[in-house]
């Protein structure tokens, strides 16, 4: 034992570094663990999207690069709309972090095995996904809303800037079509609550994304093309969103399941 203390008197530092590789280690292989429970479980629950095979053409020429103009825009400003009711849950979450919604019941990781992921409603008719792709939608699904629509909503420059910047503190490790699920959740927000600046929805809704590690050009070209050209991700109304990767919670499982992208899980909410 006197031995074993003279030499970690005598090697303290090495002991230490070792020490952390082997904490490092383990948390890695923690993650990965995991990473693959909660995908094998979301893979086998859910139904099958698929992404537009053409986002990158989109991505870089807008709604330029689709045939046909199949959601021409309605008019609107962040500054003529009433408010309606605001959202009685808000739940935004990020590819770093998630958010709870304000009344929404929220479970820890630890506790997180219990909560079963909501499913897909599933469709009368097979979704025909190629119809999605061609109207625009960056996402295709086998839950389709037919009759979604949201009126075009022109941002100012103080809302653009702030949005770039909301996309890439929420979602900016999702690319192009993370930061578009994000921008059109907050044109669905506008829309359909009635919020009228940017600001406002990050603070009713709670996101909690950093506006101040600025943004990259793929979170710029996703605002312009949900607001600027009027487009949506995906052919569905989505109000909520989180990451099971980092918190579980019972309240966003007991909404209305629209799609999961690169590990965040999209929601709409029941009724209007």
Request: proline share 4%.
């Amino acid at each position: 034992m006197k031995k074993i203390n003279e030499f970690l008197k005598g090697h303290k530092n090495a002991v230490v570094v070792v020490c952390v590789i082997l904490i490092a280690v383990l948390l890695v292989i923690n993650s990965i663990i995991a990473h693959n429970v909660v995908s094998s479980s979301d893979d086998s629950i859910n139904k099958i999207s698929a992404t537009n095979p053409r986002y990158k053409e989109i991505m870089e020429n807008g709604a330029g690069a689709l045939n046909q103009d199949s959601n021409p825009p309605v008019e609107s400003t962040t500054s003529n709309s009433t408010p309606a009711t605001k959202a009685e849950t808000t739940a935004p979450a990020s590819s770093a972090a998630s958010t709870e919604g304000s009344t929404g019941e929220t479970d820890s990781t630890g506790t997180g095995a219990s909560i079963p992921f909501a499913t897909a409603i599933a469709p009368a008719y097979p979704a025909d996904y190629s119809e999605q792709w061609n109207m625009g939608y960056l996402i295709a699904i086998d839950n389709p809303d037919t009759t979604y629509r949201c009126s075009k909503v022109k941002l100012t420059d103080d809302d653009r800037d702030l949005l770039e910047r909301l996309c890439m503190g929420e979602f900016g490790s999702g690319g192009f079509i993370g930061a578009s699920l994000i921008a059109q959740a907050v044109k669905d927000a506008m829309c359909f609550d009635g919020y009228t600046s940017v600001a406002d929805v990050i603070s009713e809704c709670h996101y909690t994304g950093s506006t101040s590690i600025g943004t990259n050009n793929e979170c710029k070209q996703a605002v312009r093309y949900i607001f600027d050209d009027n487009r949506d991700a995906v052919q569905h109304r989505i109000m909520y969103m989180y990451n099971p990767y980092m918190v579980q919670s019972a309240f966003h499982e007991s909404q209305n399941f629209i799609l999961s992208y690169a590990g965040v899980r999209f929601f709409d909410r029941w009724g209007y």
